[in-house]
């Protein structure tokens, strides 16, 4: 594969912030070019694979949005770190345990490391008044954190979040990728650099480079990391004109065979508070509370119509966007 050699050299200075983004990791190994069969495909497959992808790698990405709009529900565990607020400020990198409904669409966010200040968050269209609910690690002045309920712009417009949490998915990222593609077809370059392996992970992925005219992008390069045997996105990277890094975002372990209720979708302390209810309740010989049912979910109980089912061989596995 012609390309591998000079797509080496690039894989090869991009590792160390790849494997950064990647919270916890202590090791230093480089993402190595594919060198053999992985995960049950043989070299001869990939290959074959890559050709296509090589060929036309615009319609693969269409393709690779397709196949996430067929994900009706998963779990996934999401790293990210942004280059956010006044100053610009590139931040620690963030993992966070997430849950992704479409319908209705609901995302909840809990964070895994001790040190960062965000505890857990949670949105479900059409409940709350459309509010986010969240919790921080810690509340003010020593007290135990409250919950609190924000539009779903606050969190942007105080540089907490880059994109409000209606845009969390793969869908989306890969939804605004194509949009803007598409708003400049003739002067979006998309090169396929090949074949490689994320070193986290170390399953194979295409490697693909999108850029994008800088008199309307701040952030004009995209390097998207699509897994070989999914199709779907493991990671991807924006950086802006001077070549830094403006977000780098990495879904592991994403589980799309998971059926999820209303109350995974609420926060500790609300479940916390409901079995307290509940257990009153049956004390007093009272039947426990039934769980609220969102007014979007009874809207949208009859599936849309031209919905397409999960297909069960590419179901496995905040996504990105230029300004």
Known sequence: MKHIGAAKLVILTIATTILAVAAGCASSRPIAPLGGPFH?????????RAEAVRADPLAYLREVRDNCRTLQQYSLNFTRQERRGFFRTLGDPERIACKFRREPFSIHMK?????????????????????????????????????????????????????????F????????????????PDEVSISYQGLTK???S???????????????????IQELFVDLET?????????NTSGSL??????????????FTEDDFLLEAERAAREGQDSRR??????????????AQARTKSPRKGATEPRAERTAHRAVAHD
């Open 282 to 295: 049956a004390g007093e010989g009272e039947a426990p509370a039934e769980p609220a049912e969102p007014e």
């Open 169 to 184: 998915g793969l869908e989306k990222m890969m939804d605004r990728t194509i949009r803007n593609i598409e708003r400049s």
């Open 40 to 48: 049950k495909i043989s070299a001869a497959e990939a290959d074959a």
């Open 111 to 167: 964070w895994l490391d001790p040190d960062i200040k965000y505890g857990e968050s949670t949105y479900v269209a059409g409940a709350e008044d459309d509010k986010v609910r969240f919790v921080p690690r810690h509340g003010l002045f020593g007290l135990p954190p409250r919950v609190t309920r924000v539009g779903l712009q606050t969190p942007v417009i105080w540089g907490e979040a880059k994109y409000p949490l209606t845009e």
């Open 246 to 259: 403006e977000g780098a975002y990495l879904w592991e372990d994403v589980d799309p065979t998971v059926s």
């Open 198 to 200: 994320l070193a986290e």
């Open 202 to 220: 170390g399953r194979p992925v295409h490697f693909l480079r999108l850029e994008f005219p800088p008199s309307r992008h701040r952030s004009p």
């Open 231 to 239: 199709d779907l996105p493991i990671c991807t990277r924006v950086l």
